[in-house]
């Protein structure tokens, strides 16, 4: 039960294991929009984190210009080719099913076929991932090779699937702080079978929300919600709006966090956000080399956290980006293209940000003219021909302690190390010269 | 009968003959603050735009720390040799004579002739262009060459001018549109035969108003003035002060559009208005390469429109700007110097600059998050690995959308080239996303 | 009796050698945060200035977060060797014995000694400068081959200082001009024999305020001030808040003004004040080259003035800055250090700064569009082909009147020499086209 920003440095090297264990049973599941793969995904999340609340909202609701679907789920699906065997099966990959597909169980010869099959010529070992959400569609994605191989004659496609009145689903915990000011973490949960663009952003988060959850102190509220990309967050911000505009302090957008990439920076709409700031100078201090990508280049739910009038202090940071590395989207990005080492590096740069954006407070100093740091012990009795380089840094970080600077910004501008500069900040306003 | 913005970049190949044929009836004209040549000048725009309104203001009027001059007009000046020839003839080039010179009929010896002779050592085949409005003089000017060769001897000096009570005319037409909000864009007309400074300001803004009035549909209201440089700025300005201030969101001054130099970029005193903003975008998409004066190099009405206190949002676009051609002010500046084709290539420019100002608005999103673009036909029923860079472009150009933002901001901040952003904002506001 | 702004170019080449003289005199007195030696300093600038008023603030006084300390004075101290006799004598340099030592009359050995001296490894020659302020100690300060040569045996420690009930001693001459805003000169009193390091500061500020109060007509009243560090600039601040923050539109902290290094400037803490302005264009026009400081690495008492709430205007022009040669806060910081010519040149670009401040006013233009520059005899009557640059500069010069730009703002804008620009700006003023 430590105090979160103590314990946002602390090493836990199982951690890493753990998370890819969860990666290995999330992974099969059929999620899409709506559905039961979705549920199953944040029952297993609640049993790590119990505080997790579902929520359900019907099909049919509107939210602004949109409309929550129906509820989507799949018994089988499969392609019967002439010799009488399977060439196809749901069961085997469930990125084979275009997604949203409609039910259908009908004979037909391979050229009528090919308007429904969808493959990749230029990555031909791949099955690509296709949807068709909100036009009605029935069709199969295979590799670019099996579909070369697929002979004349007739074939047999059944998709065993319902479309109807349901629910969408999505969790949310939130952690009270002292005040209520939020931080807000926010993943999407919509993929089928793919690891890094979907099972490891649910993964750190997971496991970022059970630490959270642990921490015995901090500052803010944490706000942590698992949904369905782009319509789950139109539906959360039509329920939430009000209360994200007005409490929350920073937040990020997690996804892609587990190949070997580098790490990479995906910044708000004008970037100068508490969060942005927090990013940067976290990845400055934390890793070796890391990419900063333009703002037309977002693509996951900051569209809508940074959307006009929504506005929220929202960025991401993610290793490879989606749409950046060749395995996206396809078969390829499996179990085998995510590295425990690299989640439990992603979740630690993580617990850091989130640790320093619980400090990122700004203070202001209450002594007129500088305090008399040596009644505080923080000044040396003797005073010889050089200042101490550590006195020199209290008086920097006070001297940026005027009420707009925020913790981020003092380290900034006093070229200080954000922790050390958090742990001046702690002493200073413990001996009352700050507040 | 065309909307402007949808015309604004038509090709009219037979426009740079029409203006230069303009131009050869223009050029003959003796302009100067006041008289006849100004009054005729006018006669001829009106002749191609009948709207345009000419006004006039009686000599001795007082504006601001000025006074209307008194009306100067010239019968005929000429000097007459020791060999009873006549060595410079006012009706030959109308650069002959000072401009604003008393009347006199004098007989007078070389020696004596000289203080009123004026030439350029270092440009020996140029007449200069020499004025003295504000103190009584009287001169002759002629090329370096000729005075030469002007040989020892009694010469007589007549100049049949009077300066007398009359008026400034200029000359005004205003196009309303839609809103009271203005585009503003003004040329001189003091310059007595030069092409490039003169005559090229004057037919491009003539083919310009001629076009904004044939346009159905447009968004501003237009004011477009003829008006002699300076003492014509300032009159305007007593007169239209108010309006101008509260109405015009973005001008031009036009000058200097007629040679084949590359076009040239004076910004207002900040450099930020609208006008600024549209001048840039047009010529980075426009043009090759142009080059961008500092404003301390302004020289026309820009002074006026950009000074303290009257601070329109206004900047000028030109080729090569006046005070850096040698041709500048001299006869040497005559119609062989321009070009009908650089002309044209103006006209072009400033149609596409006025067309992207009169649709450079700011809009704001009306949906809580991204709109469902598909309901909207603005989205691919479909989604592959790779969005499409149209839907990405779209979502960009929505995501700045946030009511501070206008058109040229919203292209510049997507890269999106000005004349699609703006299409694509009409469609955007057609389907009600956008407001 | 001449006007402030007209003198502060004019050369008094005997000034370098006079403050050297008052260097001499300075230079042996024991000054620290109290006692004799400030009180003597104090009296010696009012031999100079006698208008300067000398404060007393009694010890045990309270300021915010401080106290001011006992007031400290010495008759003499020494040590006597195991020979008999005296190694070390106070008499001799002031630097020897421990600032603020306790006293004491004790025989003890080297060993035990030893606890008790301060000497430089790397500076063998060198007293170092060492004080002990707010914890109670004695000691003697020596060079460390002195150190190395003292023998064993038993010495005899004699210190016969005194630590009671007295006062804080610091000058000030307010002298008032036409509005009560203010400029503000600082500079310390409480180092002893050291002369970059403190005289420079006290002879060069005592000859500006001799200049400035011989001064007729002056815009600001000025506020000169010689305290002892941080104490007593708290308390100053602790007595004079308001007004400073009300008043004070520019001021500058003086030290180090006399070796032969080049200027430095150290800005305030946003660098952006009047004063930041007018060291830069100042220093860029006088000198060949500066070094530009971080905030950072301030240490005097820019520290106090730039404190958070306090926030006054001010910044620092030195030569080598303190803590940036060897010789400083040594027995090598003497007289031989600092040189008559190098306080001059000091002397010099501080007037000029004033100078500059004083007329460091916005003004506004009064006409709508140009005035009529000929009329006020400051425009050509003969306009020919090139603008005579003297024009365009006024013009320039005019078209930055906005009220917001400074004089030293628009002479960056303009690129005007700085005192180029304050005489076209008088000019224009008596022309009433600005105000």
């Known amino acids: 039960m430590k105090k979160l920003f103590d314990s946002c440095r602390m090493d836990d090297p199982q951690i890493g294991e753990e998370m890819y264990s969860w990666a290995q049973e999330l992974f099969p599941l059929n999620r899409s929009l709506t559905g039961d793969g979705n549920r199953k995904t944040l029952q297993f999340i609640q049993k790590i984190v119990p505080a997790l609340r579902i929520w359900s909202v019907k099909s049919g609701t509107r939210c602004c210009d949109w409309t929550v679907p129906e509820e989507w789920n799949v018994e089988e699906a499969y392609l019967i080719g002439p010799s009488g065997a399977r060439v196809i099966d749901f069961h085997e990959n469930n990125l084979h099913l275009l997604g949203y597909s409609e039910p259908i169980d009908k004979s037909l010869d391979l050229t009528e076929l090919q308007d429904h099959l969808y493959s ?258 923080l000044y040396p009795t003797l005073q010889k021909k050089e200042m101490a380089s550590s006195v020199e840094e209290i008086l920097n970080i006070l001297s940026f302690c005027d009420g707009n600077n925020s913790a981020v910004s003092i380290a900034n501008k006093t070229k200080t190390p954000i922790h050390k500069c958090i742990n001046t900040l702690k002493k200073l306003r413990a001996a009352r010269v700050i507040e």
């Open 120 to 377: 990749l010529e230029h990555q031909p070992n791949a099955i690509p991932y296709v949807t068709s959400y909100y036009k009605r569609r029935w069709g199969f994605c295979l590799s670019h090779n099996q579909r070369k191989k697929l002979k004349k004659g007739l074939y047999r496609a059944v998709i065993k699937s319902r479309k109807e009145r349901g629910v969408l689903n999505y969790g949310e915990i939130i952690i009270p702080g002292k005040t209520k000011k939020e931080i807000f973490l926010s993943t999407y949960i919509c993929h089928p079978s793919m690891a890094n663009d979907q099972i490891t952003g649910i993964v750190v988060l997971t496991a970022l929300a059970r630490w959270i959850n642990k921490c015995k102190k901090h500052n803010h509220t944490f706000r942590i919600i698992w949904i369905p990309e782009t319509i789950g967050a139109i539906v959360y911000l039509s329920k939430n709006l009000k209360q994200l505009k007005r409490n929350v302090v920073a937040g990020w957008q997690l996804a892609c966090l587990g190949d070997s990439g580098n790490f990479s920076y995906l910044p708000s709409r004008e970037g100068n956000t508490q969060a942005d700031l927090i990013s940067l100078i976290s990845l400055k201090e934390s890793v070796k080399k890391y990419k900063t990508w333009s703002f037309l280049k977002r693509g996951s739910d900051e569209r809508q956290w940074c959307y006009p009038g929504v506005d929220l202090p929202v960025c991401s940071v993610m290793r490879s980006k989606y749409n950046t590395y060749k395995e996206y989207h396809t078969s390829l990005d499996n179990l085998k293209y995510i590295k425990a080492a690299a989640i439990q590096e992603s979740y630690r740069i993580y617990k850091n940000m989130i640790g320093v954006a619980d400090e990122n407070i700004a203070y202001k100093t209450t002594t007129i003219g500088e305090p008399q740091l040596g009644r505080h012990n």
